[in-house]
């Protein structure tokens, strides 16, 4: 049996309709080509765009080696311009495209931090009304340097507008706790019923404040914590957002089936809450290494105890890597297990056998898409975990993504 390296152009589910799709593409790119057949067809936007800081952003991962473990840094994003004038030029192309992909209920949130943000609602007012302008949200949070020489900057802002005056929202959606988790001086009392209160009398009347009423968020959000280092969400993506902050926003401004859109997907943050709170997706990112971290997140994702259902239009690069792969025939199918895997820059920084491997897929091909039934991850992929796939139309092959972000398709070939 051989395993050949084969050209691959999409990665779908084997079985259903993908509720969402992760796109490799540079954001102005892919507008351009959606605006043509889905215009209108989006409830809201999250971006999360670079933040002209003028830095080059990496990530550190930890693999093992012969000799232990080994940290290397990987490239993320270039967040070097020419000037500010061709980063706002860049950003008026996505929000515009955005705004037209949007439908007339829709609303966008622009998450920027102050060195940028006034730029930003400049933008943000041109395009979409200053009417039409709903909040500044400050996002504060407590990790990060100090400074000596001003105060410490401790917050993001996140620009809500929407599209139209008949924008949804839902306030009622994302409580932030009850009144009773509140400390005041008012005096704690039971009703008849035996539910607690706190009263205050003014003009002659009693008011009372029960203490398990929902309480909601205002435009200062500081009960959402930065994720610290040992936080198990972590992916060491160094812009990652946290789920709750993504929650809050995703919660209050869609309904279940509507369409989120990210076309700076980073970490995928959006994608992954999106998919839990059972919105369909549409995230971009012109980074392999994004797609890669958002697909293995995805992946690790139960919803009523079955992975979500996405494509991937990613194409798969072909090269010198070889794998060794069993593709034993079972009972109604095949029992798969990755050997080897050791692509030319593993073996450059000393990885062992299997070392780079990230996650892989199991599957069959048709044409040039790749059908995927189960996804490994982590140690289950590398240690040789054997995985059952089901017999099904195409040819068995495997899916393997590489710690760098690289994605090579390979089908089984009888001999």
């Not at 796109?23 to 889905?38: H, K, Y």
């Not at 006034?118 to 009417?131: E, V």
């Not at 593993?346 to 056998?353: F, K, R």
Request: hydrophobic letters at 35%; a neutral charge; one cysteine or more.
């Amino acid at each position: 049996m051989t395993n050949e390296a084969v050209s691959c152009q999409q990665e779908r589910p084997l079985t259903g309709e993908p509720q969402g799709r992760l796109v490799l593409a540079d954001s102005t790119t892919l507008l351009r080509e959606i605006l043509q057949t889905e215009k209108g067809t989006l409830q809201m936007a999250y971006l999360d765009p670079p933040f002209f800081t003028g830095q080059v952003f990496d990530m550190k991962v930890v693999l093992p080696t012969s000799s232990g473990k080994r940290t290397i840094s990987l490239d993320t994003y270039d967040d070097r311009w020419p000037s500010r004038e061709a980063y706002l030029a860049k950003m008026r192309e996505i929000l515009s495209g955005t705004r037209e992909m949007l439908n007339t209920r829709g609303t966008i949130f622009v998450h920027v931090d102050p060195r940028i943000s006034a730029h930003i609602r400049l933008l943000l007012d041109d395009l979409f009304g200053g009417s039409h302008f709903l909040n500044e949200i400050v996002w504060g949070y407590q990790t990060g340097g100090r400074s000596r020489r001003f105060f410490s900057r401790k917050h993001d802002t996140i620009l809500f507008y929407g599209k139209t005056s008949a924008y949804y929202f839902n306030l009622s959606a994302v409580p932030s706790g009850t009144i009773g988790d509140r400390q005041n001086h008012m005096k704690r009392q039971t009703d008849e019923t035996g539910r607690t209160y706190r009263s205050i009398f003014s003009g002659g009347r009693e008011y009372r404040y029960y203490d398990d009423a929902p309480v909601y968020p205002g435009d200062v959000w500081s009960d959402i914590s930065h994720l610290q280092q040992k936080d198990p969400e972590r992916t060491g993506f160094i812009t990652q957002k946290p789920e709750a902050l993504l929650e809050r926003i995703i919660r209050s401004s869609t309904q279940e089936g509507d369409l989120v859109a990210d076309f700076f997907c980073g970490s995928g943050t959006t994608a992954v809450v999106a998919a839990k709170e059972g919105r369909r997706f549409l995230t971009a990112d012109s980074s392999e290494l994004a797609i890669a971290l958002t697909d293995r997140r995805l992946a690790a994702c139960t919803i009523q105890g079955n992975p979500p259902l996405y494509s991937v239009e990613s194409p798969c690069i072909q090269d010198e890597t070889r794998i060794s792969a069993e593709c034993i025939a079972a009972t109604d199918g095949w029992n798969i297990r990755l050997l080897s895997f050791r692509p030319p820059r593993a073996v450059e920084i000393g990885l062992e056998d299997n070392g780079a491997v990230d996650h892989f897929a199991v599957g069959y091909l048709r044409g040039e898409n790749f059908y995927r039934y189960r996804t490994l991850l982590g140690e289950d992929a590398r240690d040789g975990k054997p995985v059952f796939l089901p017999a099904a139309e195409g040819i068995p092959a495997l899916l393997v993504t590489d710690c760098f972000g690289k994605r090579r398709v390979y089908r089984h070939t009888l001999e």
